[in-house]
């Protein structure tokens, strides 16, 4: 059976879109796996479903490109707003999004054809409580503490934006990003597993990142990440709050606020193509 979907991306940080809101699919999970190798299929970071919901305007469902359910995508939830007002399913230039870890509210952006070419959402409040992260650190805020992963001793602060982080004001060097970032991500100190952002001050709030995914592997960008970056940035002295904050990503800028309260994130979505794909 062939089936529509749509390539989207939030500054590069790339995912499958399906339109569910009258036709469901199955297997999502599995699916990701298949469609999310950029040398025999689609290509992207996962899967993401558009989905009819009871309480928001529209539901989303977020799967990795190893098939695992994650509980909130920042750039894929700027996606999913651009997605539903441009098939017609939302009115107007805000939308709510239900997600795992809870609903999300969206300011639409519109270029010049109407259509939504950015959005900024209300992420929520970030949670700091080591053992909600989770990880196996006590404490109801974990800042700069010192942890040994894979040997080397950082200092880490976490983060929760519905799901976990783990950033380090220090940047690996390229040719180890890869096995330093596998090496956070399977950490027994995160018993569900971690993302880790790795994050260099460029000056009063404006920081560079790169971030590896957990279930993905290094992401040209990751929304929840750069929230969760931004914030470990106030509480560390390099940022301020309720100022905007300038996020450098591989794939582009991200701008975060964190007013001590909630945490408001905006940047692009882009529709790359659409096609049909068998499933």
Known sequence: ????????????????????????????????????????????????????????????????????????????????????????????????????????????????????????????????????????????KIVAQPAVIGGKEYKITLVSMGNPHCVVFEMPDWQEFASVGRQFETSPLFPERVNAEFVRPMGRNELKMRVWERGTGETLACGTGACAAAVAAVLNGYADMNKPITMHLRGGDLYITYTGETVFMEGGATLAFTGEVEI
Do not use: W
Not at 48 to 54: E, T
Not at 59 to 81: I, L, T
Not at 123 to 133: E, T
């Open 1 to 140: 059976m062939l089936r529509k979907f749509y390539k989207m991306h939030g500054i590069g940080n790339d995912y499958i879109y399906f339109d569910c809101m009258s036709e469901p699919l199955e297997n999502a999970g599995e699916l990701a796996v298949r469609l999310s190798d950029r040398h025999f299929s689609i290509g992207g970071d996962g899967v993401i479903l558009l989905l009819p919901s009871d309480v928001a305007d529209c539901r989303m469902r977020m799967f990795n490109a190893d098939g695992s359910e994650g509980k909130m995508c920042g750039n894929g939830v700027r996606c999913v707003g651009k997605l539903a007002h441009d098939l017609g399913y939302v009115k107007g230039d805000t939308c709510s999004v239900e997600t795992l870890s809870g609903i999300k509210t969206l300011q639409l952006n519109f270029n010049s054809y109407g259509l939504v070419g950015s959005a900024r959402v209300d992420m929520g409040a970030p949670i700091f409580a080591g053992d909600k992260i989770p990880s196996t650190l006590k404490g109801e």
